[in-house]
C-alpha cells in the first residue's frame, strides 16, 4: 500500500546549536566542567549493555559530558547540508546560539550573525527550508549571571536578540521557531533541579514558564510587525498519556503552555518521542517505542485550528536496527492523523547528526549520520536511506 503526502509537503532533519556545533561557551559549557566527574561516577553505578560501553564516548568516561567540539558542525555544515540534500530532505530544521551572536550583554558579533547568514544561504542553495529556532535551552553567561529565565528581565533581553535577528536575517528566513520544549526545559532545570542552574524551586519553575510564555509573546508581536508574511510557532514537546490522571497530565504537559500563546502563533510546532505506556520494544534510552499514541496527539492539536509541523521525532539507536521501523511506523502514525484531519505540513526527524543529548553527553546516538567522535567522519546510517525513500518519493510504501 501507498500512503501519499501532500505536494509541497516538508521533509528534513533538525538539530540544535549547542549540540552539534562544538566550540560554544554557554551556561551549558560551563556546568559540563562542573558536572562531568559526577554524571560519569553516577553511571557507573548502572548496568550498560557491551555496545554502549565499547562506543567512544561511553558513559563511564568524564569526557562524554563535555560537549567540547561536538561534532564540528560549526565549521562543516556545508558538507552536513550536502548529505542532507542527498537523502532526499527539503527543509532542515537548526537553530542559533544566543551566546555567539551577544556574548556580551548588548554587544552583537556582526561575523556571529555572517555565520548564520552563510548556514541560511547555504540550505537556501541546496533546496533546503530554513526552520530557524532562536533559543534551544543554552543562555549567554551575562544571562545565567542575572538568573536566566527566572529573572523578568531576561524577557526584554531575549526580545532584543529576537529583533536583532529578524533585522539582520528575517528576509530569509520564512519559519521560526522562537523557544525549544519550555516544558522539557523547566521541568529538568527548576522543577527536577537536574539541569543549569540546577535550582529546584516550584516558585522558580513557575516563574521560568511564566517568562518563557510572555518572552514568545513579545517577539511574535515584533517579528509580525517586521515581517508580516513570517510563520512563527513554538516547538512544543507532547506525550502520549494513558492510565489514571492521562487527562490532566495531558492538558498540563501537551498544552498549557500552548495556551498561554495561544494567540500569538502561526503554526504549532510538536517534538513527539513516546508515551508513558509499555511497549515491545525501547530506544538505547529506555523510551518505548510505540508509534500508536502519535495519531492521537496530531489530532488533539487540531484544537488550535492551525498547520501543524512534526518539528522532532527521533530514537537513539546505535546498533541501528530499531530506526528504520521506528521512522516508517510514525510516519504511518503521523499518515493516519492526517487521514482523520490534522494539519500537518512537515515531518523533522530528530536528529541529522549524532549529537549531544544534554546531561547523558554523546553515547545516546539519535543521527540519520553517524558521527564517530575521535575523527569526525561522518557515515551515513541504513536507515537514513530507507527516511530518504519516503522524502524523495514523498510516499511511504508499506
Ligand atoms: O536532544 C533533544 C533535543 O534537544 C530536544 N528534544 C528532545 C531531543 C532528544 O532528547
Redesign the pocket.
Known sequence: MELKFPKRFLWGAAT?SH?VEGGNINDWSEWEKKNAERLARNASQKAWPDFILKSYPNPLQEENYISGGACDHYNRFNEDFDIAKSLGHNAHRFSIEWSRIEPEEGKFDEKEIEHYREVIKSLREKGMEPFVTLW??TLPLWIRDIGGWKNKKTIGYFARYADKMAETLGGEVKFWITL??TN?YAGHSYFKGIWPPGKKSLIKYLCANHHLSRAHIAVYGSMKKMHPAAQIGV?Q?MMHFTGFGAGIKNYVYNFFFLNSIRQHQDFIGI?Y?KSDGEAKEYSD?GWPIDAKGFSEVLKDAGRYEKPLYVL?N?I?DAKDDRRGNFIKEYIKAMKKAMDGGADVRGYFY??LLD?F??DKGFW?R?GLVEIDYKNLERKVRPSALEYAKICKENKLII
Do not use: D, I, L
Request: hydrophobic fraction near 35%; avoid cysteine.
Open positions: 540544535s549540540q534551544h535551552w525549544n520544549e522539557v516547538a514537546n517534538n518521542y534510552m522532532e527521533g537513539a530528530w536528529s549529537n543529548e544534554w545516546p539519535f
